[in-house]
């Protein structure tokens, strides 16, 4: 036989060396161990004081966003005789194209 044929030989057998084991199967027992794990942590409690202090913050931080919207839209309201952004841009840099004359 030729190394070819031996290697395919071997990869056939390390295949079909699982074709007739057994599924593996956990202890009977370890579901309900499980289970009970689970029962003895129970659920995390949080107390009512931390929930107060969280929706507390919450508030305060919503209160904080709207003053800030607030700030943000009067600092944009125009100023009479004010320059803006656009007024800038409207204005051409270069008033004639001509370079050599």
Do not use: C, H
Request: aromatic fraction near 6%; charged fraction near 25%.
């Amino acid at each position: 036989m030729s190394d070819n044929e031996n290697q395919e030989k071997w990869i056939e057998d390390v295949l079909g060396s699982m074709n007739k084991s057994e599924r593996a199967r956990p202890k009977p027992d370890l579901f309900t161990k499980i289970e009970q794990q689970l029962d003895k942590e129970g659920a995390i409690a949080v107390p009512i004081l931390w929930r107060r202090v969280a929706a507390a913050a919450a508030v305060l931080l919503l209160m904080l966003n709207g003053l800030a919207i607030q700030q943000f839209s009067q600092s944009n309201e125009l100023v009479p005789g004010e320059v803006t952004l656009e007024d800038t841009y409207q204005q051409s840099l270069i008033s004639d194209y001509k370079i050599y004359d």
